[in-house]
């Protein structure tokens, strides 16, 4: 069965314990001289790009400069990113090194990454894993800063790799926030939610997924999940 399988990074597939968040924090400080409390701001389910908008100018940076000095705020970012990850543990989710492998080995699936990260970011927070290369396409934070536009990026980049365009339950939006579960209402995709972030069964059950999880410990019951 032909099946888009598109996976969050950050505690979905892997826990940095806050190596980008360190980062995020440096790259500001250094490139707009801002730093601040974070007052209940949440990095989850969010892209980089708007992180960093969001937080520059809560901090005190001009709207215009911060948008000015993106992309060099961005490349700084992942330079800092690289040492955290670098000098830090990484750890897989449960269950999650299986599944990866075994959706990797099915024909007819093609397995993507949909995140809040940029490109580099995410192949920087991967790399302790091996589980990159398993994934043959994606969708970034550096494509789109708001989410609900990353499904479509992924769909058109999954057709023009395979020749094949996937449509509404075909897709597969697998994440651990109410953004995840919501990015892809727009295509009708399948939506499963896996509560190892900050977020409960209870509170991601609110917003409608087609399953939750508690974990991918049972990896067998969530490939059955996705490939139902
Ligand atoms: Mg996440």
Redesign the pocket.
Known sequence: MDRLVLF?????LIDAHGAGGRAIYAALERVYGVSGDLDGYTF??RTDPAIIRDLATRWGAAADEVDARLEECLEVYVGLLAGEVGAGRTDTMPGVVELVAVLAAEPGVVLGLL??NIAEGAAIKLAPTGLGEHFTVGAYGSDSGLRPELPAVAVRRAEELTGRRFVGKEIVVI???PA?VECGAALGVKAIAVAT?RHSVAELAAYGPDHVFEDFSNWRRALVAILG
Request: with cysteine.
């Open positions: 969050d990074i950050d505690c979905t989850h389910g995140t809040g994440g651990d926030t995840d972030g």
